[in-house]
């Protein structure tokens, strides 16, 4: 009998110690749904009122609290299993219209995340606005990964005042999809930020976004808008980091992106022979571009070290490019005539000289030419005591100092490559961009349109291509720019785009040649 009993009590004991979820059997990865809301969503509500909102799953409570946004900081939030339950602490603004957005942060106990954010919205008897704005972010990288599982925040924008503030944010779901429920009339734009929006003017120097293309006006004559925005960039606009010191004069600007530019201190190299700089404050800037402009960094400060300059110049860089020879020193050089310096000898021993293309000694660069074909074959010779850096260390003491080139082959074949042409319908669109992005190596190659909009994309890989047509971020030269996104400061908006078209298969020596693109 107490044998019996004993086990009795184990056995109940045991069954009450497990809690939580069951184990076993096939992984949970559905996604919790929305069951209902009370009161309904767009109806009209007391200031006291508390709403409860029902999923088809038990939720995760930290998730619930950075997942639900509420235009009201005089809330309690409350969660039982399934059921998120929001009340006021004392009363609802009656001022204004009660929203609760809950992101796709919302999650169960098993981690699977909302496949939408969902919104509510309450009135205390004022009309709640039924224009509404629903959108799409294309994205090229969802088009090569399908199952790459990328959310943007999206923020309406108003662009109708000078002091510009954004409005509402929501996220994409779905296919990248977006919605803005009940938008005032005003006038406004739309920005895309890749995850979250954290500082906007940060958050477009790091990640991927886009502005709308367009101003969007909202009025009462129409209520419901759609819109379409390309992501691309990050746009980045580096600083000055720190500054690593070769001589007195010339430097190593380290860039915030790990990135360095070499170039000379203007106030010290100009004055080097007659100031002492040791040990005194000063400020530079430097000019630097990315993919769309020149632009200053900001000012940076420094301290000039007490470097002995001993060491002698020597050229770093030298490359063939046909008939010309770029050359580049490892320090800026004291000015001097090239011309009768810098030569060859023929296969009879008589001295060839170059040409100067180009001399920039405080840039440490120098472009000559000539006219024979055979130059990778050939040492090129430098008299001695000819070149010498601002603290007179010449380059070397023998009577001839001679180096090899590295002859840049360029690429001529195209056996074996493909290429895609067609029309673009654009109207009276010229300066447009045909891109083409390989799937398997993201490599793209770029190519405007012509007068009669066509356009031709030669000596692709072989391989399936994404096609995309946008705006050329500015006419100049002929230049290829990437997609522009647009800029916050000066507000500007991304420039326009077309679907993306594909996949289109590139074989070997075969060309295609019936693309169509609606623009």
């Known amino acids: 009998m107490k044998i019996f009993t004993y086990l009795l009590i184990t056995f109940f004991l045991g069954s009450c ?29 007391n200031n006291n009122q508390k709403i409860t909102i029902k999923f088809d799953k038990p939720l995760e409570p930290n998730s619930v609290r950075k997942a639900i946004k509420i235009n009201s900081n005089d809330f309690k939030l409350t969660t039982r299993k ?17 929203s ?36 799409k972010v294309v994205d090229i990288d969802n ?15 108003d662009i109708s005042r000078d002091e510009k503030e954004i409005i509402k944010k929501v996220e994409t779901g779905d296919s990248l999809y977006f919605k803005f429920s009940a938008v005032e009339n005003g006038l406004y ?39 379409v925005l390309n992501a691309g960039g990050p746009v980045s606009k580096e600083e000055i980091s720190s500054i690593n010191f070769i001589n007195q004069y010339y430097v190593d600007y ?47 400060t420094f301290s000039v070290p007490m470097i002995v300059d001993s060491i002698a110049p020597a050229i770093e860089e030298c490359s063939i490019f046909e008939s010309d020879i770029h050359i580049k020193f490892s320090e800026p050089i ?47 010779q430098i008299q001695e005591n000819i070149i010498k850096d601002l603290s007179e260390n010449f380059m070397n003491e023998t009577a001839l100092w001679s180096f090899d080139c590295n002859k840049i082959e360029m690429e001529t074949s195209d056996y074996g490559l493909g290429g895609i042409s067609g029309k673009v319908n654009a109207g ?31 000596k692709l890989e072989p391989g399936e291509y994404f096609l995309q047509v946008y705006e050329n971020y500015t006419v100049q030269d002929d230049i290829l720019y990437p997609f522009f996104p647009g800029t916050l400061e000066p507000f500007v908006p991304s420039s326009k785009f077309s679907e993306i078209v594909g996949p289109i298969e590139v074989r070997s020596n075969w060309d295609i040649d019936d693309i169509v693109i609606k623009f």
């Open 17 to 45: 110690a497990v809690q939580g979820p069951i184990t076993g059997g096939p992984e949970d990865i559905v996604p919790p749904k929305l069951d209902n809301v009370f009161p309904k969503n767009n109806s009209i509500i």
């Open 82 to 98: 399934n059921k998120i339950i929001v009340e006021p602490n004392s009363n609802w603004d009656e001022s204004q219209i009660l």
């Open 100 to 135: 609760i957005y809950i992101s796709k942060d919302l999650m169960d106990y098993r981690k699977n995340n909302i496949n939408n954010p969902v919104e509510f919205l309450f009135s205390f008897g004022q009309k709640i606005p039924t224009n509404l704005v629903e959108g």
């Open 143 to 157: 088009y090569f990964d399908k199952y790459k599982n990328t959310t943007y925040e999206i923020a309406l924008y």
């Open 189 to 227: 734009s739309i920005v895309a930020v890749e995850n979250k929006i954290i500082d906007l003017y940060d958050d477009v120097r790091k990640r991927k976004y886009s502005i709308l293309s367009d101003s969007l006006l909202v009025t009462d004559e129409i209520d419901f808008y759609s819109v």
């Open 254 to 300: 380290i860039l915030t992106d790990g990135k360095y530019e070499r170039g000379v201190i203007d106030t010290i190299y100009n004055n080097y022979l007659t100031e002492d700089f040791g040990d005194k404050e000063l400020t530079t800037s430097i000019e630097v571009k990315n993919e769309f402009e020149k632009y200053n960094t900001g000012p940076f």
């Open 334 to 380: 004291a000015s001097f005539d090239p011309a009768d310096n810098f030569y060859y000898n023929d296969s009879d021993s008589n001295k060839i000289p170059f040409n100067i293309l180009n001399f920039n000694p405080k840039n440490a660069t120098m472009i000559i030419s000539s006219e024979r074909e055979d130059l990778d074959s050939l040492k090129i």
């Open 428 to 458: 009276n669109y010229v300066e447009l961009v045909v891109v083409a992005q390989n799937i398997s190596t993201r490599e793209s190659k770029m190519s405007i349109i012509d007068s009669n909009n066509n356009f031709y994309l030669n």
